[in-house]
Structures are given as structure tokens and as C-alpha cells.
């Protein structure tokens, strides 16, 4: 009986986890710009939007790391 009740938990507990894995929506990144320009980057969701985000992930790197240099710049 202990183990019919654990299994009919179980399963619960499995299709809850389900469920709420497919409702949640990817993971995005907003960023704006001091100019209040706004940019939103999408998770990749397979293996062919990969290089896009990795693209977009260095050029937010990239636009960070200029920000930075000009401002130990302005500070010198």
C-alpha cells in the first residue's frame, strides 16, 4: 500500500515538473544604453541559434569593454 501511495506521488510530482517546464518561456537578457536604446537577447533554444547568441553575447562584450575604456579614459 506504501508503494501504490509513493507511485501516485511520484507521478505527480513528475507531471508537475512537466508542466512547468514547458510553460516557462526561454531566458532573455535586456540591456539599455545609456541613449536608452534597448536590446533583448534570446536564449538559443537548439543548436543552430547558438552562433547567433554567441555573436550577440560578444558584441554586448564588446560594447561593455568600449564603455569601459572610455571611461578609465575620461578618468586619466
Known amino acids: 500500500m506504501r508503494l501504490i501511495g509513493l507511485l501516485i506521488a511520484l507521478l505527480a510530482v513528475g507531471?508537475?515538473?512537466?508542466?512547468?517546464?514547458?510553460?516557462?518561456?526561454?531566458?532573455?537578457?535586456?540591456?539599455?544604453d545609456q541613449s536608452g536604446d534597448t536590446t533583448t537577447i534570446q536564449a538559443p533554444q537548439n543548436a543552430q541559434q547558438l552562433k547567433t547568441f554567441e555573436a550577440q553575447v560578444n558584441s554586448l562584450a564588446e560594447q561593455q569593454n568600449s564603455k569601459s575604456q572610455e571611461a578609465?579614459?575620461?578618468?586619466?
Open 72 to 76: 578609465l579614459d575620461q578618468i586619466q
Open 15 to 32: 507531471w508537475l515538473v512537466m508542466t512547468q517546464l514547458q510553460s516557462t518561456s526561454p531566458a532573455a537578457v535586456t540591456t539599455v
